[in-house]
């Protein structure tokens, strides 16, 4: 416990007839700790207490945390199987659907090769379950086609990451160091919204003496609290990254000694962002000269500063690249692998993490093993039970997966834990691809916008009704626990995917009974990959807070700083983004003359799906709106509440306005938490990031016009 903490707060929290049960919240990477309070004598949810004596969140909550117990038993829930007849959806049986499953992908299977039944997973949910989708999909139903709702969110950074340091590790450091930095430097993340419990970090710093620079379109809650706000245009983060390094360089803010030491291109990186004078930098990113020199001059003098980054910078058509060059600032300040200071992003999802390491993605394994590599194909075959040349080759990524629908490649899929009929882009295409498939199986707790489309749908358990592991946004793995029976006749999704897997004949590789028997076969598979969880156990975990991978053996300590002697590439030494800027997919031409971008709002989650159903949140936040400056909104003769149509070269939406000094002229912002006609993915840009495959959420070019409701 440190020294914030109240050791009488906690003992209070206990109630007569109630018992506490520790775990962490289900929505975002911070996973702030929490108790949920359960009657002894029903097992029924009562209530939330946040835990004080958890280090990285202290008793912090938002107000999604606090009301997500009221999900667990909401009268939403689907409690039973879900199969459509006549276009509508009926209840039936555990085996009545499970047949059904069994005859649809074993026909389907048999006329058109194992690859025409697809997964798309997600990772709101714990390790055991991330790790057995990747299983389930290339040994259960043998296809290449698998992948998930990460590669909306964290894709680009683990590309960035790869490529200037060899490991996808979102955070370098641990969070509870934060406090001892000197300079935050945050481009593309709405901080104090999206991830609200890491803000009393930023004051604790910031109380003495740290500095904050922000980098976002929009003067968000972070920004306005900022020393300096770099108020960018979307799509030019690469120009403002290469113009903060030609000052750095410029003017000796350079740690020769450890760029000598410890990094690749210096030299060619000299080059490159030779052009990238402050002028320059200051007509493509729309940014002032003046800020932008402020901004270089306090980071370059900081003696211990951390780039954070998120999804502003990242779901972009260049996201890998902007996300390499905000990671060589900080390597240019000789910052990473040491006390307090290195970069992060900010993990999205719960277990946005761990979810990313262990094999939804197409084209990687467990322990981060690439599955174009024959020996970590060998290593998982053998822990699997299958021969290497039966593990399937690479599938395409999760937007591709609907290209492939089109062309017939496709025709069923199960979607486990994610809504893309609201949150993948260019929504029509995706709701096309939907109808066009032979077979949909949804997994979900709450009928989604993609289950109205399935053919079945299953009830699978909310969090707290099965136990298991998370891994946070600094890279500590941590416990989930059981806080109650599964709610009706709902299972767990391993279950799902075990009995699926017996189904197609492959009971013999989904031996589980529980969850502890998936991570003992989890911690094996990531035996000596880059993520090696194999030194971590459930106790180990409960002692000390979470244990922070790499962790090689149960006497290893686990890693919360990382890099501090190499890199993980193969010389040991970083890779400094050598990259110039290049144009968004997508940019203002005389028919489409504004920029669109889009993101969260504090009251909701993802798709909605969840939060939509929170009488609290939704009057707090019911509906969607534009954001766009007085100026830009006079043009159109738009007020504050008036209605405004948004159209772009994939579809259009009505709105209201929300008319606000705190962004830029030429942008308009929608959150994008609502489904069909309000949902703003009906607009947005597929166009995709050349390696990380990463949709264009964050920009593309908008027409306006006024809507007159009379
Ligand atoms: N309340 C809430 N919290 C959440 C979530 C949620 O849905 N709701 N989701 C969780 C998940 S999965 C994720 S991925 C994270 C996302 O967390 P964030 O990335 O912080 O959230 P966003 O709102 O998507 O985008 C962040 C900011 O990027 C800015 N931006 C837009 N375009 C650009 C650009 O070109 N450059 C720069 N530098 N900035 C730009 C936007 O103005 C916005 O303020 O949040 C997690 N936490
Ligand atoms: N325009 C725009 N679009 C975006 C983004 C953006 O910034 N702008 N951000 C993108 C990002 S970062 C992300 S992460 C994606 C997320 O997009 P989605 O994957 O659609 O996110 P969720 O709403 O969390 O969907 C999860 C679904 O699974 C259910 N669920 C939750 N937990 C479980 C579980 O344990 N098991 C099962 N079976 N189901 C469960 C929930 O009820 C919900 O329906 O959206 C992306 N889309
Ligand atoms: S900050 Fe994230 S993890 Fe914490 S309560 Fe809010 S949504 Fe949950
Ligand atoms: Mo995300």
Redesign the pocket.
């Known amino acids: 416990m440190n020294q914030f903490v109240s050791k009488e707060g906690v003992k209070n929290l206990h109630k007569p007839g109630e018992k506490l049960i520790t775990t962490h919240c289900c ?4 996973q702030c700790g929490m108790h949920i309070r359960v009657s002894e004598k029903t097992g029924e949810v009562k209530g939330v207490e946040p835990r004080y004596d958890w280090p990285v969140t202290m008793g912090k909550m ?1 107000p ?1 945390g606090v009301t997500a117990y009221q999900t667990v038993e909401h009268k939403d829930r689907i409690l039973k199987p879900l199969i459509k007849k006549n276009g509508k959806f009926v209840e039936s049986s555990w085996e009545e659907a499970l047949d059904l499953i069994e005859r649809n992908f074993k026909e389907l299977q048999r006329e058109y090769g194992k690859d025409t039944v697809a997964v798309f997973g997600g990772v709101s949910m714990t390790n055991e379950k991330c790790y057995l989708v990747g299983k389930y999909a290339r040994v259960a139903l043998g296809t290449r086609f698998i992948d998930y709702n990460g590669r ?3 894709s680009s950074a683990a590309g960035g990451f790869l490529k200037t340091f060899g490991i996808d590790r979102g955070s370098t450091l641990p969070w509870t160091e934060l406090e001892h930095s000197d300079c935050f430097f945050i ?5 104090a ?4 419990t890491s803000i009393q970090w930023f004051w604790r710093a910031k109380d003495k003496g740290a500095k904050l620079i922000v ?4 003067e ?1 809650p ?2 306005r609290v900022a020393d300096v706000h ?1 108020d ?6 690469s120009a ?1 990254a290469n113009g903060i390094m030609h000052i750095l360089i410029a003017e000796g803010y350079v740690d020769v000694e450890y760029v000598g030491e410890r990094c690749n291109n210096f030299e060619e990186l000299k080059e490159s962002v030779k052009k990238w004078t402050p002028n320059l930098t200051s007509e493509i990113t729309g940014v002032s000269v003046e800020k932008i020199i402020k901004a270089a001059h306090i980071f370059g003098m900081s003696p211990r500063s951390v780039v954070m ?8 058509s260049k996201g890998v690249d ?1 996300v390499a060059l905000y990671t060589s600032m900080a390597l240019l300040r000789g910052q990473v692998g040491k006390f307090a200071s290195g970069v992060a992003t ?4 719960g277990n ?1 993490q761990g979810g990313r390491e262990h094999g939804q993605k197409s084209d990687l394994l467990p322990g981060y093993r690439k599955i174009t590599d024959p020996e970590a194909v060998k290593y998982i075959s053998d822990i699997w039970g299958i021969k290497p040349e039966e593990m399937p080759k690479p599938g395409v990524s999760a937007y591709e997966m609907f290209d492939e629908i089109q062309v017939g490649n496709i025709r069923a899929m199960h979607v486990i834990c994610s809504n893309p009929a609201v949150s993948a882009p260019n929504s029509e295409y995706i709701w096309k691809g939907f109808e066009k498939l032979d077979f949909l199986v949804v997994s979900d707790f709450f009928l989604s916008e993609t289950a109205e489309f399935a053919d079945v749908v299953l009830p699978a358990t909310s969090w707290a009704e099965d136990e298991g592991t998370t891994t946070n946004l600094e890279g500590r793995v941590i416990r989930i626990r059981k806080v109650r029976e599964p709610l009706g006749e709902s299972k767990t999704d391993w279950e799902i995917m075990r009995d699926i897997a017996i189904r197609m004949g492959k009971g013999k590789h989904f031996q589980y009974e529980n969850p502890l028997q998936i991570f003992e076969e989890f911690r094996l598979a990531t035996k000596g990959g880059k993520a090696d969880y194999s030194g971590i156990t459930w106790d180990r975990i409960d002692k000390e807070d979470g244990v922070f991978w790499p962790c090689p053996s149960e006497d290893h300590p686990g890693t919360p700083t990382m890099f501090k002697d190499k890199f993980g590439t193969p010389d040991g030494k970083a890779n400094l983004a050598v990259i110039d800027w290049k144009e ?1 997919g997508e940019y203002p031409t005389e028919q489409f003359p504004h920029i669109l ?10 798709s ?1 799906n969840q ?1 939509r159903r929170i009488d609290f949140l939704m009057q707090q936040c019911p509906e969607p709106f534009a954001e766009m400056h007085p100026e830009l909104a006079s043009q159109y003769n738009l007020r504050d509440g008036d209605s405004v149509k948004l159209t772009t070269k994939r579809s259009e939406m009505v709105v209201k306005v929300r008319v606000t000094k705190a ?1 830029r002229k030429d ?1 308009v ?1 929608v ?3 609502w489904g069909k006609e309000l949902s703003v993915n009906k607009l947005t840009n597929p166009c995709l990031d050349p390696t990380s495959r990463m949709p264009e ?3 593309c070019a908008v027409k306006l016009e006024k809507v007159y409701n009379d």
């Not at 481009?187 to 901080?191: C, D, E, R, V």
């Not at 919204?193 to 609200?196: F, T």
């Not at 980054?309 to 972009?316: I, K, S, T």
Request: glycine residues 12%; proline residues 6%; aromatic residues 14%.
């Open positions: 929505y975002c990477g911070m938002c999604k909306f969110c964290m481009a593309g993340s709405n901080t919204e999206c991830h609200p980098a976002d379109p929009r968000t972070t920004a770099l960018l245009k979307p799509g030019t983060d403002l980054f998120a999804r502003g910078v990242e779901q972009q902007n900010f993990t999205g999802q946005g968004a971008t889009t993101g969260r709002v504090v009251f909701h989650y993802l909605g939060t962004i942008t912002f959150p994008y938490h959420f964050k920009v």
